[in-house]
């Protein structure tokens, strides 16, 4: 064989090994790869339903003369006590009234699932010329480094001073009401900043988050958390938008910091069905997030591994609505609410719930819970 030839040969041998020797390194990265993602979804084996411990009378917070007492959440304090934040509307105007006059009240108690006593009432509407002039509502309760984060929502009457019979139609009417919808229309997600859960509360003249991407006319009902590699997301519901139904959906929004900016995500993390008021958590264990919604008539259990994509966990139905006591009987409510998990040292401890009986009364509940495995 000539030398030239020869060599050609040589060179042509060399770089097929170098591509096959490239390709199965190509090949174990991806396999390698898929094995990881693979894994990762294995780790979705959270039964939340499990988890559920009896009610008692000391996880029950009532009041039978001023309010109806609605959604809750909870934080630890640095004086070592629990204290809880919770919505309440007055009954001298009804149940139905939380959108012009819903206050968020503060309890403590010793112990995170209860008994809580009330303290005081912690936000209220700030009158005519606030962009939250006429409500505080939904409270949701964080600690972030130091500083405790109170967000809530509330709404106005777009610059309107509405006369004594247009405000009653505002609090009792459906939302095909004039007055009504211009309460819900305005609806908006704020913060509220102390130091100390008993405050002094520091609040913004701006609202935190505007509709649009997936969802439109209003922003209302927030879940936050911290992201394990930095930064915060909120789970946000709004309407859907481009239809004259009212169907309720989920946004993402992430920012650097816990008082903004907020920036919607273009895709909703629930848009298939009809829900609400998602309570969402990073579980560091299983290396995902979940979130707990109302689906008027149930509870499900969402989950995403990079907080925009969402899904039906594995164990998706936690409880249809009704609860069991201390004694193992079944509760039957009308309506169940409002979720909210409290995390002890990065465990569930206790699922916050609002109730609602057929008789009208409510209530703010507090379900101990197993610890997760």
Known sequence: ??????????????????????????????SGKVKSENSLQDTDDLNFAELLQGVSAENILYDSTDYFNWGSSIVKGEDGKYHLFYAQMPREHGFTSWLNDGVISRAVSDYSA???????????????????????????????????????ISTNHGGRKLTEDELYQSRYKWIDNEFRALVRENQRIGVAVAESPAGPWQRFDRPLVEPGGPIATITCNPAVTRRPNGGYIMLVRGDMPDTTELVRHQAVALSPAPTGPWTIQPKAAVSYMNAEDPALWYDAKRERYYGIYHGFGYMGLITSLDGLNWKKARHYKIMDLAYKNAAGETVEVARMERPFLYLEDGKPTVLTVSIKLESGESYSMFIPLRVPN
């Open 114 to 152: 209860g008994p809580y006593v009330h303290q005081e009432v912690v936000l209220r509407g700030r009158g005519y010329g606030h962009w939250d002039e006429t409500t505080a509502h939904n409270p949701w309760i964080q600690k972030y480094d130091g500083k405790y984060y109170l967000y809530y």
């Open 1 to 30: 064989m000539p030398a030239k030839l020869f060599l050609l040969s040589v060179l042509l041998l060399l770089l097929s090994c170098n591509d096959f020797s490239s390709s199965k390194s190509t090949k174990a990265e991806n």
